[in-house]
């Protein structure tokens, strides 16, 4: 039984030890860059779109707004880590990989910096005419 599970501890230290001879986790990396992206357009939200609506009273309506700004996002977020897990796996090589990785990530960044401005133009916009 000790034999067994030392056996599994070996196999395991191998695999990480493999993984890290093979190349850089570029899934890993878009996932770290999604949820930082992710971060910084929450609080770009808030600060920007948030600070912009000026409500008299309690309403609890920009806050609404403001998770349902959010929700959108994720599933862009999402899609990309998806891409990424199965690109890693595509056997494509370490400089295609960083090519379209830089590629995604540039995309990626624009939606997170470019929505909230965006968002805040649509409202300075359209506020005045509603």
Same mark, same amino acid.
């Given at each position: ?8 501890s ?6 990480h ?7 850089i986790?570029w899934?890993k990396k ?8 992710l ?12 600070g ?5 009273g309690?309403s609890i #309506?920009?806050?609404?707004? @403001?998770? =349902? *700004?959010?929700a959108?996002?994720?599933?862009f977020?999402?899609?990309f880590? &998806?891409r ?8 494509l090589?370490?400089?295609s990989l960083?090519a379209k990785?830089? #590629?995604?990530?540039?995309? @990626?960044? =624009? *939606?997170a910096i470019?929505?909230p401005?965006?968002?805040v133009?649509?409202? &300075? ?6």
């Amino acid at each position: 039984m000790v034999a067994a599970a030392s056996q599994k501890s070996v196999s395991k230290h191998r695999a990480h030890q493999d993984l890290r001879k093979t190349g850089i986790r570029w899934d890993k990396k878009m996932s770290n860059n999604c949820a930082a992206a992710l971060l910084v357009y929450t609080i770009m939200q808030i600060v920007f779109v948030l600070g912009l609506i000026e409500t008299k009273g309690m309403s609890i #309506a920009p806050y609404f707004g @403001l998770v =349902l *700004l959010v929700a959108v996002i994720i599933p862009f977020c999402r899609n990309f880590e &998806k891409r990424w897990v199965n690109m890693s796996s595509s056997g494509l090589s370490e400089q295609s990989l960083a090519a379209k990785f830089r #590629a995604d990530q540039l995309v @990626l960044w =624009l *939606l997170a910096i470019g929505l909230p401005m965006v968002f805040v133009a649509l409202i &300075k916009i359209i506020g005045p005419l509603l």
